[in-house]
């Protein structure tokens, strides 16, 4: 489809909620706010509704998708969650944590939102918008990040329609999400373990396993190439070369700065814009200057790496 703004944009007030919950109960795709990014949201127990998204995202479909719940009772639902689970989703729910837990026999989710695999991704988010979603539909909400596979993930509504415009129904525009980066995902093992699957704004304190395409597929965001903006990207750049625009840090300034103060919080928030505007500028190379691996520096520099691959 071609034009502009071919999807509809909807305030995610009262009324622009009801007509997403309208949507989603016919299988249509809306794209919605998230304390982390927007998602795509669609009903994970339809299969036509789960197909729409890996359409409209031009998705693997070996890569599984995240469902949301409204909290703990209903993820218990779709899948088993040991003590272990269970302590981690009590500490963190509502918020930025995905739990991979093995998945109930009886879950009556659609077969692609799992991708085959005996395990299913769970969140319980904490963004008012999406809770306002869960509380008003019957079902849990299949919703990976709303823009094209591997393409830039979206903070914005505007980012939402640079890749997806036309190819579903409807973004509710809730303004720019806070944290910046996807959830923290985390695999609870059967023997208790915790297997950190992707980094995000919740640090849990355990070794990552192994990256790149040796390791399964498990979760969302473990694919080597991911969040590309279409142009190289060269990494810990003090400065840029004239081709390049740059994405600065700290001391380093750029044409686009994550955070001036050097604050790696306020980098994840920047994270997705600053490489969605230069994905539009006009130089052709894009440089990155150094971020620390600290706190959520870590989620950054998983990211920009996935970008540059």
């Known amino acids: 489809m071609s034009g502009k703004n071919v999807t509809e944009v ?63 009772a209903e993820a218990e639902r779709y899948g088993v969650f040991s003590p272990a689970a269970r302590a981690l989703a009590q500490a963190h729910w509502p918020g930025p944590l995905t739990l991979v837990v093995p998945r109930r026999s009886d879950a009556g989710l659609a077969e692609a939102v799992t991708a085959g695999l005996p395990t299913i991704a769970l969140r319980a988010p904490a963004h008012p918008v999406m809770q306002a979603l869960l509380a008003a539909v019957d079902f849990p909400l299949a919703a990976p990040s709303a823009n094209r596979s591997g393409f830039i993930s979206p903070t914005s509504a505007a980012h939402v329609l640079t890749s997806l415009d036309g190819r579903i129904a ?40 192994k ?69 539009r500028a006009p130089q052709l190379r894009i440089a990155v200057a150094p971020v620390p691996e600290d706190a959520v520096g870590r989620a950054v520099n998983d990211r920009l790496r996935r970008a540059a691959a």
């Open 170 to 209: 409807m973004v509710l525009d809730g303004g720019i999400t806070a944290a910046g980066v996807e959830s923290t995902i985390a695999a609870v093992r059967a023997d208790g373990s915790i297997d950190e699957l992707r980094p995000g704004p919740i640090p849990l304190g355990v070794v990552a396993g």
């Open 211 to 279: 990256e790149g395409s040796a390791r399964p597929i498990e979760a969302p965001g473990q694919l080597a190439s991911h969040y590309a903006p279409g142009k190289p990207v060269r990494l810990n750049a003090a400065r840029a070369e004239p081709d390049e625009f740059l994405i600065g840090f700290g001391m380093v300034q750029g044409d686009c700065t994550l955070s001036a103060s050097g604050d790696v919080t306020e980098a994840a928030a920047n994270l997705y814009a600053c490489l969605h505007e230069a994905a």
């Open 10 to 72: 909807r305030l995610a007030d009262p009324d622009g909620i009801a007509e997403a919950v309208r949507i989603l109960e016919s299988g249509g795709l809306v794209a919605v706010p998230t304390e982390t990014v927007y998602g795509l949201a669609a009903r994970a127990d339809s299969a036509a509704a789960v197909a729409r998204i890996y359409a409209a995202k031009g998705r693997p479909d070996f890569n599984p998708l995240i469902v949301h719940v409204a909290g703990l």
